[in-house]
C-alpha cells in the first residue's frame, strides 16, 4: 500500500503577526513549513509529498527539497483538491492530507492514522476535551456545553485516496476540514488518539512554544543518535630496588619502583588502553612493542597523548576518565589531586572530568603482599 502526504500551505496565517505568511517564519532554524515536511519525509511509510502553495510563495517553498509543488486555491478546500489532482496521475492507496502549520506532528500520530485506513475509510487524530465548556455572550458566560463526546481534531487526515478525491469532487466548497467533507460523502472516518504536542501555529505566542518544543526533541533526537563508547583498561606492574614510583604522571617518593619496559607507570597504562579499548584499536603493547628498544624507559605520556590524539583523529572527544589504583602502599590520597592535575594537562582534559582513586585489597593476593601495583582505568568516549 502506497501512502501520498498533502501539506496545505498555501494560506496567508494574518492572525499570526509577522512579516511573512507563518508557514514560512523561521523557528528552531529552519521554517515551520520546513520542519513540517521533515516530519513526513522522516516517516518510512510516506513516499510522496505534495507541499500546496500560494503562486507568490516560491521563493520560500524552492529551496525544500523533496516535495512537488502544486499551486493552492482561494480556499483551503481548493488547496486539498489541487493536491489531489496533483497525485491523479500516479495515484497512491492513501493519502495524508496535513495543515502546514502543524510541525510537531509525530512518528507515532501519523503511523496510526495510515494504521487505521486498513480498517476504515478515514482516520483522523483527536484529543477527547476535557475541560469544561461555557457559551460566551458579550464577555460574560451565558451557560455551560456538555463535552460529552466531544474531540479537538488535529491533522493529518487520512484517507483512502480514490474516495477522498471523489468526496472533494462532488462537495460544494468551504469545508472546516477534509472530515467535513468525507462525512458529506458518507464515508466513515475513525478517531485515533491526537498528540497535545501536535499544535497548531495560530497566534503569536503559539510560535515560542512551537520552536520550544521542536529543540527539544532535536536535543533528544540527538542524544539517540550519540556515538558513546566505554573502554576498560588493566594493568599490573611488580616492584624492584628503586626510590620512587610514577603514578598517573606523578613522581612519588617511595622505597621501591615499578619494574616495566618504560618507566612502568601502571596508572596510565591502564588509561591508555581503555581509550585504545573503547576504539576497538588494541592496547598498548600493539601500538608501542615492549620489543622494540627506542621505547625502554619512555615516559608513559607518550603513550597515552597518542591515545587521546587517535581518538581525536577518529572523531570522538573523551568525556571523562576514571583510573582505580589498587595497592597498600605508597598511599594515593595524598596524591590524588597532582595526578589529576597531571592527567588534565596531558589529555586537554578538564580536572572535573578526571577521577583518580585507590584501594588497597585488604591484604591479599600479590598487591596485599605490596609485591607490585595494579590499576583498573574505565574511559568513556563520545562522537563528535
Not at 261 to 272: N, P
Request: glycine content about 10%; charged content about 20%.
Amino acid at each position: 500500500m502506497t501512502t501520498a502526504a498533502i501539506i496545505v500551505a498555501a494560506g496567508r496565517g494574518t492572525r499570526a503577526g509577522g512579516e511573512v505568511p507563518k508557514q514560512w517564519r523561521q523557528i528552531a532554524g529552519n521554517s515551520v513549513a520546513a520542519h513540517t515536511v521533515q516530519a513526513f519525509q522522516a516517516h518510512p511509510e510516506v513516499s510522496q509529498i505534495i507541499l500546496v502553495i500560494h503562486p507568490d510563495d516560491h521563493g520560500f517553498a524552492d529551496p525544500i527539497a523533496g516535495v512537488t509543488l502544486v499551486h493552492g486555491g482561494a480556499t483551503r478546500d481548493a488547496s486539498v483538491h489541487a493536491g489531489l489532482q496533483a497525485l491523479t496521475a500516479d495515484a497512491p492507496d492513501h493519502v495524508l492530507i496535513h495543515d502546514v502549520a502543524r510541525p510537531l506532528v509525530s512518528d507515532r500520530v501519523i503511523h496510526d492514522v495510515i494504521d487505521a485506513l486498513q480498517r476504515s475509510q478515514g482516520a483522523a487524530p483527536a484529543l477527547r476535551v476535557t475541560d469544561a465548556l461555557w457559551r460566551g455572550e458579550d464577555g460574560k458566560v451565558a451557560g455551560t456545553q456538555d463535552r460529552e463526546g466531544l474531540f479537538r481534531a488535529q491533522t493529518p487526515q487520512g484517507f483512502r485516496f480514490a474516495d477522498i478525491l471523489a468526496a472533494h469532487n462532488a462537495h460544494p466548497g468551504n469545508a472546516a476540514d477534509d472530515v467535513e467533507v468525507a462525512r458529506a460523502a458518507g464515508l466513515n472516518v475513525a478517531i485515533v488518539d491526537g498528540d497535545e504536542q501536535n499544535l497548531k501555529i495560530t497566534t503569536p505566542g503559539d510560535f515560542a512554544r512551537a520552536e520550544r518544543l521542536l529543540l527539544q526533541r532535536q536535543h533528544k533526537n540527538k542524544e539517540s543518535q550519540m556515538d558513546i563508547r566505554v573502554g576498560s583498561g588493566y594493568d599490573v606492574h611488580a616492584f624492584e630496588d628503586g626510590d620512587h614510583v610514577m603514578l598517573c604522571g606523578v613522581r612519588i617518593p617511595h622505597d621501591r619502583k615499578l619494574k616495566g619496559h618504560s618507566d612502568a607507570d601502571v596508572g596510565m597504562h591502564a588509561l591508555t588502553d581503555a581509550i585504545y579499548g573503547a576504539l576497538a584499536d588494541g592496547d598498548i603493547g600493539q601500538h608501542f612493542p615492549p620489543s622494540d628498544p627506542q621505547w625502554k624507559g619512555a615516559a608513559s605520556d607518550i603513550f597515552l597523548r597518542h591515545a587521546v590524539k587517535l581518538a581525536s583523529e577518529r572523531g570522538y572527544r573523551i568525556s571523562n576518565i576514571d583510573v582505580t589504583l589498587i595497592c597498600e602502599r605508597p598511599k594515593i590520597g595524598p596524591h590524588a589531586l597532582a595526578m589529576r592535575e597531571a592527567l588534565s594537562d596531558i589529555m586537554g582534559l578538564a580536572v572535573d572530568r578526571i577521577s583518580v582513586k585507590a584501594t588497597t585489597s585488604e591484604r591479599l593476593g600479590f598487591t596485599g603482599r605490596s609485591e607490585g601495583i595494579a590499576s583498573m582505568a574505565t574511559a568513556t568516549l563520545i562522537g563528535a
